[in-house]
């Protein structure tokens, strides 16, 4: 079954689900142990075949008041996987991005997976969501791997925390992060040369030459760059109330000032949710689809709000 949803207890209940989900659909576990690169916590350690080598792990540290702890957290490497390298520090391997604030018991979580992909969408606390996952870009034309790590970590600073575009959010296929060094997401995508290179989607570029577009969220240059930018703020149609599935397009730097589209997530969109409650199933077709808040929909203030803006994940019967 490639679709799950149920409760955790802490975020290492919920990890040890996702092992065994992740199990069920194809993935095989090459490490399931106690971190020993410093932080305290878990590391699952699994691939699917050979088109993606990946990590999510757990850190039990409480961080701050703007980024508050535990946290949950993904990262890809180009593989095989190495029993002699440390779990946390796999050759060539990504930084990883995390999911701040991941306090247990959680009110609900969803798993979804189909191929080489492997998503995760937690309601933290009522009507509080986090998102990360692991997988390869569908991608647009040639692309050397595609492989993917995400995650939501969110600003909790008292001018930060209800503003849903601020640029102190890492948000998953969106190039923000920038203050924090935060990664929303990071994949990769080799050319000009350069093997593994991995582009990180955050507020940088161009000045970053691994840098990528990927800007949804706000109106900042790097945001203005990507052709999902005016697409966002297109609500619900007002003559039947719906509202359309964006794919997450993502581009990435090239030479002389060019960018290069390379793909976006299988089976995940970017949705306005300004008619549906959280964790919504829409019907396109014959397909089905849950909706969720990329953080808090339209949270009050002094609360996280992310407006209406939503992810959109296929249902996999």
């Known amino acids: 079954m490639a679709f799950e949803t149920g409760g955790a207890s802490s975020a290492a209940d919920l990890l ?31 691939r699917r075949g050979t088109a993606i080598y990946a990590a999510v792990y757990t850190d039990t540290a409480a961080g701050s008041s703007i980024d508050p702890g535990p946290y949950i957290g993904c990262y890809t490497y180009p593989g095989a996987y190495s029993g002699a390298a440390n779990a946390m520090a796999q050759a060539n391997k990504t930084s990883g991005s995390q999911c701040n604030k991941m ?37 647009s034309g040639a692309l050397t791997s ?11 600073g008292p001018t930060e925390v209800n503003v849903a575009t601020s640029d102190n959010h890492a948000v998953p296929f969106d190039s923000n992060g920038s203050s924090q060094g935060w990664l929303g ?94 964790a919504a199933t829409l019907t396109v077709g014959p397909d089905t689809w849950r909706a969720f808040p990329v953080c808090r929909k339209n949270g009050d203030a002094g609360v996280e709000s992310s407006l209406a803006y939503g992810y959109a994940y296929r249902v996999i019967p």
Do not use: C
Not at 106 to 135: K, N, T
Not at 146 to 156: E, K, V
């Open 103 to 139: 306090t247990g018991p959680f009110q609900a979580y969803y798993f979804f997976s189909a191929g080489d992909y492997l998503h995760a969408v937690v309601e933290v606390s009522p009507g509080l969501f986090r998102h990360f996952g692991i997988g390869i870009l569908e991608a």
């Open 16 to 46: 040890d689900k996702l092992r065994i989900f992740a199990a069920a659909n194809g993935w095989t576990i090459d490490a399931n142990v106690a971190r020993s690169d410093g932080p305290t916590g878990n590391v699952v350690v699994m």
């Open 185 to 278: 997401t990071e994949l990769r995508a080799d050319s000009d040369s350069v093997s593994p290179r991995t582009i990180r989607l955050y507020d940088v570029s161009p000045a970053d030459p691994n840098g990528g577009w990927a800007g949804w969220l706000s109106g900042g240059a790097q945001h203005a760059g990507s052709p999902l930018n005016p697409l966002a703020r297109v609500g619900p149609s007002t003559l039947t109330g719906r509202t359309v599935l964006l794919p997450l397009i993502t581009s990435i730097d090239r030479p002389s000032g060019n960018v290069s589209i390379v793909g976006g997530p299988r089976d995940m969109r970017l949705v306005r949710i300004d008619n549906l409650a959280p």
């Open 146 to 156: 595609g492989a993917y790590n995400h995650a939501l970590r969110w600003h909790y």
